[in-house]
């Protein structure tokens, strides 16, 4: 998503400056009148438009507001840049300068994305998830039977296509979390544990199809993914591996444990959210290492200088949570780094998207 956003913004940024360019050009000439009538000017006008537009509605606010209106807008938005480049194209060189070819790479690009995530749905299959109140806002959805496991640093996009008929295609991402449901077995008079293979999904109910969600057995379920957030060798390589999670954000942390031998994990939640922290208690309980807040939060640079005294030469930190919590961890990290005491790795599995 990282490199998507920076392709985006640069090639806005393009558009804008050849816009503004050639306008310019055409003032100095004196035919702007004249041209700004001409279909290509009017189709190249639509296309920077919708790129404009594209960008300011991508933004986290705007994304947070309503995840479902802002992905309708963008496919919506992305048609209209490509069919507007088109007949910019079209209009103006009549195919004579090869400019075409540029809008059929794109478009290549954009049919092989969509073919790929068809490709993922039908390998996983249509599954039946079960979904748990857990809090007055959150719930969590356990989906049997994925055969991947839920590695560091993945998120998979998730359709409920039953919640909404009218709008089936939505999706939303969510961080994934080990499945830890087991079966008990009687086998000649012996009881064996069998381990069930799935995920399970932690979701804040919010707006949109989110808030949709609610106490349900057999809950019609696609997966697209599994997707990776960032590159996390970095941090599984140091010595000490700190993991600092607020709220639901321990969801994206979790999967580090079970990949790193020396693991502490710093969790802080609000006291309204001690449904998450009951419905975890099985999945923490083979850390030993691990503080838990209900209702008050940790002062992290106190935590980050305990941490750097005990003479690690390599600490990692992943961080997931609120912007304000990644954001002071990003900084403080950044200050014990420069300190030069110790070499530190950083991951911010943030809820961005």
């Known amino acids: 998503m990282l490199l998507h956003r920076w392709v985006a913004r640069i090639f806005t940024l393009q558009v804008i400056l050849h816009s503004i360019l050639e306008f310019i050009l055409y003032h100095r000439k004196g035919e702007v009148d004249a041209e700004q009538k001409e279909p290509y000017w009017i189709w190249g006008a639509v296309a920077t438009v919708a790129c404009c537009i594209m960008v300011v509605i991508s933004t986290l606010y705007f994304r947070r507001?309503?995840?479902?209106?802002?992905?309708?807008?963008?496919?919506?938005?992305?048609?209209?840049?490509?069919?507007?480049?088109?007949?910019?194209?079209?209009?103006?060189?009549?195919?004579?300068?090869?400019?075409?070819?540029?809008?059929?790479?794109?478009?290549?690009?954009?049919?092989?994305?969509?073919?790929?995530?068809?490709?993922?749905?039908?390998?996983?299959?249509?599954?039946r998830a079960e979904v748990t109140q857990i809090t007055d806002n959150i719930v969590r959805i356990d989906i049997k039977d994925v055969r991947w496991d839920a590695n560091p640093g993945r998120h998979a996009y998730v359709y409920f296509p039953t919640l909404n008929a009218l709008r089936p295609w939505e999706n939303h991402p969510f961080s994934v979390v080990p499945y830890c449901a087991a079966s008990v077995e009687k086998t000649r008079g012996r009881h064996i544990k069998l381990s069930v293979a799935g995920i399970s999904l932690y979701v804040r109910r919010s707006t949109g199809l989110t808030k949709a969600l609610q106490l349900h057995k057999d809950l019609v379920t696609l997966i697209d993914g599994p997707y990776r957030n960032n590159s996390t060798?970095?941090?599984?390589?140091?010595?000490?591996?700190?993991?600092?999670?607020?709220?639901?954000?321990?969801?994206?942390?979790?999967?580090?444990?079970?990949?790193?031998t020396n693991v502490k994990l710093f969790w802080s939640v609000k006291a309204s959210s001690q449904g998450l922290v009951d419905s975890l208690s099985d999945v923490l309980q083979d850390l030993s290492e691990k503080e838990v807040r209900v209702g008050s939060?940790?002062?992290?640079?106190?935590?980050?200088?305990?941490?750097?005294?005990?003479?690690?030469?390599?600490?990692?930190?992943?961080?997931?949570?609120?912007?304000?919590?990644?954001?002071?961890?990003?900084?403080?990290v950044a200050k014990r780094a420069r300190s030069g005491v110790a070499s530190w790795e950083l991951d911010v599995e943030a809820f961005s998207w």
């Open 65 to 127: 507001k309503s995840y479902e209106i802002f992905l309708i807008l963008h496919i919506l938005l992305a048609i209209f840049v490509i069919a507007g480049s088109w007949y910019h194209v079209e209009f103006r060189y009549e195919r004579k300068w090869g400019y075409e070819f540029w809008l059929y790479a794109t478009c290549a690009v954009w049919f092989f994305d969509r073919l790929m995530r068809v490709a993922r749905l039908a390998k996983n299959g249509v599954k």
């Open 233 to 260: 060798s970095g941090v599984l390589k140091t010595d000490r591996l700190i993991l600092i999670a607020g709220g639901i954000g321990v969801t994206a942390v979790l999967p580090f444990i079970a990949h790193h």
């Open 297 to 332: 939060r940790f002062n992290i640079q106190d935590l980050l200088e305990r941490e750097e005294a005990e003479d690690w030469q390599r600490i990692g930190v992943v961080v997931c949570g609120p912007g304000t919590l990644c954001d002071d961890v990003r900084s403080l």
